[in-house]
């Protein structure tokens, strides 16, 4: 006994049919037991053929997916996408395509499509027969890998800077005390009194300077291992306590600081103040000396996020600089000329990452900066 078909050697039309109607029957059963959702097409790629599987994902009828009414449950996003594929439908070749599709339960689900063509032994074309698999976990997984990825290399570029900061920007003020203390030392056992108050003052700034870039460091590293869990926050809320937080800065420098009716967002409060404190008080600290400090504050609204910027009227900065600054200790001018340890801005770009955006500058020399970030909704 044999599964294949037996096919006379001078087969009537009746035959013929039969045999036909037998195959079908065949293809019918198999693709049914398939757990891959099957559909068939004819030349105009109008489908007339959906497999059990395809039915049972979408919950429909056979007689409500053929045609083009399976389209119905594209996801709208996506219905461009699928529009790409009509090319090569044309060339009648085969495809590969990634879409989301409507399951019966209302989600929507990824699946990944592969259409080949279908040509009958006269060589005329027949139409398409496809197969789609769920991919909706794979795709979850693999952007998760890429999640982790990507923060893992975030974490080695975060190593590098500290790595960085160990060997030069602690290792400066502590060659600073280590060479005062030994002057005084020496001074000591020779009773040489002269300059020991200027020597301890050298010391203690040295002293000063490291505890401030330790107790920097620490914040920075903070952000991400002792934020707060992630709640909806007014931002007119939180920019009325970071601009309280500076009354006393604005007033000494007579700033103006506005700001457009700002969105609820989803995020840690604490580091949202600290962000746009951060980003109003360099605006100030970097003034232009012959204009008063004016900082406006703005938000677009995108399709799945927000995009804010502060805008002032100070120093600028070089483009060739857009870069740098937000790297930890990465300061433009010396200390005597700025206050500060070159870490705000690295913290403001941590906390962007953290709320899933990003962070970017423009700036005119003498003209002014606008910094942007992005907030997710």
């Not at 039915?55 to 009828?61: A, W, Y």
């Not at 009227?313 to 790297?327: H, L, S, T």
């Not at 705000?344 to 953290?354: Q, T």
Request: proline fraction near 3%; include cysteine; charge should be negative.
């Amino acid at each position: 006994m044999t599964n294949q078909l037996q096919i006379p050697d001078s087969p009537t039309v009746e035959q013929l049919k039969g045999l036909l109607q037998e195959s079908e029957t065949r293809f019918s059963a198999l693709a049914d037991a398939s757990p891959v959702m099957i559909w068939m097409t004819d030349t105009d790629n109008r489908s007339y053929y959906f497999n059990k599987s395809w039915l049972d994902f979408t919950g429909k009828s056979l007689e409500q997916e053929t045609g083009v009414a399976w389209q119905k449950g594209l996801h709208p996003d996506d219905v461009k996408a699928f529009n790409a594929i009509t090319d090569c439908i044309k060339r009648k070749e085969k495809y590969t395509y990634e879409y989301r599709l409507l399951r019966c339960d209302g989600n929507y689900r990824t699946v990944f499509e592969v259409g080949n063509p279908r040509f009958l032994p006269d060589g005329s074309f027949a139409g398409y027969m496809g197969s789609c698999m769920d991919i909706t976990e794979t795709k979850i997984v693999k952007n998760e890998l890429a999640n982790q990825t990507k923060e893992l290399m975030r974490s080695n570029e975060e190593l590098e800077q500290f790595a960085y900061v160990a060997s030069h920007d602690l290792q400066e003020p502590l060659r600073m005390i280590i060479s005062y203390v030994q002057i005084l030392q020496k001074n000591i056992e020779q009773n040489n009194t002269t300059g020991l108050g200027e020597f301890m003052n050298y010391v203690l700034d040295g002293t000063s300077r490291m505890q401030s870039l330790i107790n920097d460091l620490l914040q920075f590293s903070r952000v991400n291992r002792k934020g707060s869990v992630f709640s909806l926050v007014d931002l007119n809320e939180i920019l009325k306590i970071a601009t309280l937080h500076l009354t006393a800065r604005i007033s000494e420098n007579n700033a103006t600081v506005t700001y457009s009716d700002m969105p609820k967002v989803k995020g840690d409060t604490s580091q949202l103040i600290r962000l746009f404190q951060n980003l109003i008080d360099n605006a100030i600290k970097f003034k232009a000396p012959d204009r008063q400090p004016e900082i406006k504050i703005c938000v677009e609204e995108r399709a799945e996020d927000f995009v804010f910027s502060i805008k002032d009227n100070g120093i600028g900065i070089e483009d060739k600089f857009y870069n740098r600054i937000f790297v930890i200790f990465q300061r433009l001018h010396t200390r005597n000329e700025y206050e500060g340890t070159g870490i705000g801005l690295a913290v403001c770009k941590k906390i962007v990452e953290r709320h899933g955006g990003e962070i970017w500058v423009e700036s005119k020399r003498n003209e002014g900066s606008s910094f942007f970030f992005s907030i997710k909704k």
